[in-house]
Nanobody, 123 residues
Framework: VQLQASGGGLVQAGGSLRLSCAAS????????MGWFRQAPGKEREFVAS????????VYADNVQGRFTISRDNAKSTVFLQMNSLKPEDTAVYYC?????????????????WGQGTQVTVSS
């Protein structure tokens, strides 16, 4: 499975961005998907995940209420709507496909990674 992420860019604090990640195969529609991010000099961290049918979503505490994850299985695509962005949200964002129908918070569940898209939030 190949994952193509898009939608990153430069935005001012308080602004919004919508990330998209399209999977190359429909089999991803049976798997949990999610987003992780990595800021310069920091470890990669969990952002949000969604179960195979969209029935279950999980968010990191520091994005809860600001970010919304969703998916369109007909297009094998997962989205991350990011509102009220803060400078500390600046990072490379990576989409991921889980080994199972549920992603959770752990990177150990990830089977496939996307190539990453840069999000920069200016103050």
């Amino acid at each position: 499975v190949q994952l193509q992420a898009s939608g990153g860019g430069l935005v001012q604090a308080g602004g919004s961005l919508r990330l998209s990640c399209a999977a190359s195969r429909r089999t991803a529609s049976n798997n949990g998907m999610g987003w992780f991010r990595q800021a310069p000099g920091k470890e990669r961290e969990f952002v949000a995940s969604i179960s195979w049918n969209g029935g279950s979503t999980v968010y990191a505490d520091n994005v809860q209420g600001r970010f919304t994850i969703s998916r369109d299985n007909a297009k094998s695509t997962v989205f991350l709507q990011m509102n009220s962005l803060k400078p500390e949200d600046t990072a490379v964002y990576y989409c991921a496909v889980s080994r199972s129908s549920y992603m959770g918070r752990s990177m150990t569940n990830v089977q496939y990674w996307g190539q990453g898209t840069q999000v920069t939030v200016s103050s």
